[in-house]
């Protein structure tokens, strides 16, 4: 009834075939999960507008995309585009705002906040390097359409550098995590 895929438990159909991602996904839809917290609603909400700049009230494929990396969610096209698959539902290729809350509650339910954390200290640190730098910072404001000048990146950097060594470390993007969470 169960399989292992990736490390991760995967249900197979009563026929023995796996379920597709959809599938998994609909079928994670009808079980009860825990609601998100109030701060987590108005974080998620938060993101919508970054992202829906011009107030259309969707999201784009690639702002979709961009949103869900931000938030430290998986942001790889085959992912986001079976998400959209199951919850667009006029096929525009886009998500509403109310689908986008429906769509990051359940992946928060589906994961820790200390998971969460890691996953986007991750996509920062995308050299592997244990640290965020610069160049880092540079790359992600860039993918999320901001055009930041080194020395202003420097800056935010420097205002959470604790042990001075130029770079954020995972221990203290947790910090600056858990600042803005407060």
Partial sequence: MFGMMGGRMERASPGGAEFSATE??????????????????????????TFDPDNRGFLEYREFKVAMRALGFDGKKSAVLEILED????????????EFIEIISKQIADLDGG????????????????????????????????MLHEDEIRAMIDEFDQNGDGEIDQREFFAIMRYDAS
Avoid: W
């Avoid at 640190?125 to 901001?146: C, F, P, T, W, Y």
């Fill in 115 to 146: 998971a969460r954390m890691e996953r986007a200290f991750e996509l920062f640190d995308d050299d592997h390097s244990g640290k965020i730098s610069v160049k880092n910072l540079k790359r992600v404001a860039r993918d999320m359409g901001e």
């Fill in 87 to 98: 919850y667009d539902k006029d096929q525009e290729d886009t998500v509403s705002e109310q």
């Fill in 24 to 49: 998994r996904i609909r079928h994670e839809r009808r079980k009860p999960r825990r609601a998100p917290t109030h701060c987590e609603l108005q974080e998620i909400m938060k993101a919508f507008r």
